[in-house]
């Protein structure tokens, strides 16, 4: 949602998704109600075992669902994903994945919103510190923070070059 320039060459964009999804939501003053979004990555992957090799990436961007309640039907989880029961576990090897697929030095810029997990909990599951970050948003809810991956660190039972 983020990317000014998707098709750039050096961008990949995952998900775990491809679909279309029509969600009705009176809310957003649309006459019938509805609204239409497209989930269409250049790759459908799972962020707990991305399939590329170790140290592949010099930049990696996380954006991971951040829900962990909605409705079936809701536009926001229809949008950005809703995090399963073991969402702990799920976003601790997702951390370890990125932190793999980097180059020693790489940058991991990690987005969450807090409205229902605190950004702090979900920090805790990483070892790495990050190096700094930022509130945004309406009400500071959406946070975006950099990290830089140690040299010479293993994540996910491998080590990387």
């Not at 399939?51 to 950005?80: C, I, M, N, T």
């Not at 030095?105 to 990050?130: H, R």
């Not at 700094?132 to 959406?142: A, S």
Request: contains cysteine; glycine residues 8%; hydrophobic residues 40%.
């Amino acid at each position: 949602m983020f990317w000014f320039d998707r098709q750039n060459d050096d961008v990949v964009f995952g998900d775990l998704r491809r679909e279309t999804i029509t969600v009705t939501d009176r809310s957003h003053g649309r006459a019938d109600g509805t609204r239409t979004l497209h989930i269409e990555p250049d790759i459908q992957m799972d962020f707990r075992a991305l399939p590329y090799q170790d140290g592949e990436f010099r930049l990696v961007s996380f954006d991971p669902p951040h829900l962990v309640r909605a409705g079936p039907k809701s536009w926001l989880a229809a949008k950005y994903g809703k995090l399963g029961p073991d969402w702990h576990e799920d976003l601790r090897r997702g951390f370890a994945e990125c932190f793999r697929v980097l180059a020693d030095d790489g940058v991991l810029i990690f987005k969450w919103n807090e409205t229902q997990v605190k950004v702090a909990d979900v920090l805790a599951l990483t070892e790495v510190p990050p190096l700094f970050g930022h509130p945004t948003g309406r009400k500071g809810l959406t946070h975006w923070i950099v990290f830089i991956k140690p040299r010479a660190v293993a994540f996910g039972g491998t080590h990387a070059n």
